[in-house]
């Protein structure tokens, strides 16, 4: 045999007894290392996969927009293959998730786990939205209220002028039907729209308050105005799931889904009673509106919101009203 022949085959028998090169999954995601959502879902989902495949099947998350930055872009991310997976909210960008961006219509639902549950039950109501991605986990968070600096809001009348951030576009109908001018921004620049006075109030729910600080901006919180819960979705590139083995697919779905999905809204849900405990501390107005003046804010959003709802099922090619009634419940 020749020293040439004997070579190739010593290779040969090297590249058969090589293990196969681990898979690596990038995780995007626009939060800072100590937001609820890294540390109780993005983190835990990494650490569970890299132990339960001995590092054969890795995440690796990158955080604070490390692939990118803007919190808009996580869609096109995921899409693109940018990255694997992203956590994307589907009211910044309402063009592709038509159907998501509905459910946030306040009174729908009452708390981060009983909303992701009754989510689960009819979601596939929502596959339109996530057809060229494939949906890992799908969650809520708390219901918004209304964060002011300089007028308190105890009354319809106080919003009249105001300008509020809203998340979504069901909000931004709603605050227009109270005399209020809405202003869409994401939650990241919420601290400085408050200070600079870009915006006179943020419409946002309590697990805000921790992340972005605002408890230094703000010095009234009006605390039941009808306000929806925000939904959040951890998506995965199509062609990378497919680039998955079976077993592999399946062990993702076992971390991930409804149970992933009933721990963020957990988490959000706890970090919105601690950053109520972060206002009080620092030294901020609640205010609850009584149930007459409450009903007057309801009373003048109904028919807007039932017109948008209308509208953009219409724009959609499907009823906007009858896609949220399937998600009613009587609570």
Not at 131 to 142: C, D, G, I, K, M
Not at 196 to 217: C, F, K, P, R
């Amino acid at each position: 045999m020749s020293k040439e022949l004997m070579a190739a085959l010593a290779v040969g028998v090297s590249l058969a007894a090589a293990p196969l090169a681990a898979k690596e999954l990038k995780l995007a995601h626009f939060m800072s290392p100590q937001h609820p959502m890294d540390q109780h879902v993005m983190s835990p989902l990494a650490e569970a996969i890299n132990e339960a495949t001995g590092g054969e099947l890795t995440i690796r998350v990158y955080p604070a927009g490390e692939l990118g930055a803007g919190p808009g872009q996580q869609y096109r991310r995921a899409v693109t293959g940018i990255a694997d997976i992203a956590f994307s909210l589907p009211q910044y960008t309402p063009a592709q998730f038509k159907r998501s961006v509905l459910l946030h219509v306040p009174g729908l639902f009452e708390s981060p786990e009983q909303a992701t549950e009754v989510i689960y039950r009819e979601i596939d109501a929502l596959d339109e939205d996530f057809s060229q991605v494939e949906l890992l986990a799908f969650w809520t968070n708390n219901p918004s209220m209304l964060f002011t600096r300089n007028r308190p809001v105890r009354s319809l009348e106080d919003v009249e002028g105001l300008k509020i951030r809203v998340p979504d576009p069901v909000s931004a109908a709603i605050v227009e039907s109270w005399g209020g001018v809405p202003v869409s921004l994401p939650a990241t620049e919420t601290y400085n729209a408050m200070s600079t006075g870009v915006v006179d109030a943020v419409m946002i729910g309590a697990s805000a308050i921790g992340s972005y600080n605002l408890q230094e901006v703000t010095s009234y919180a009006t605390l039941n105005t009808p306000g929806a819960l925000s939904t959040f979705s951890l998506i995965m590139n199509r062609d990378s799931w497919n680039g998955l083995s079976e077993e592999e697919q399946a062990l993702i779905r076992e971390h991930t889904g409804p149970d992933l999905s009933m721990r963020a809204a957990t988490a959000f849900r706890e970090a919105g009673e601690r950053g109520l405990t972060m206002l009080e501390e620092a030294g901020v107005e609640f205010i609850t509106l009584d149930d007459d003046t409450l009903a007057e804010f309801e009373e003048a959003m109904e028919e807007p919101l039932n017109d948008f709802l209308r509208a953009e099922g219409e724009a959609g090619g499907f009823d906007g009203i009858a896609l949220v009634d399937r998600f009613r419940t009587d609570g």
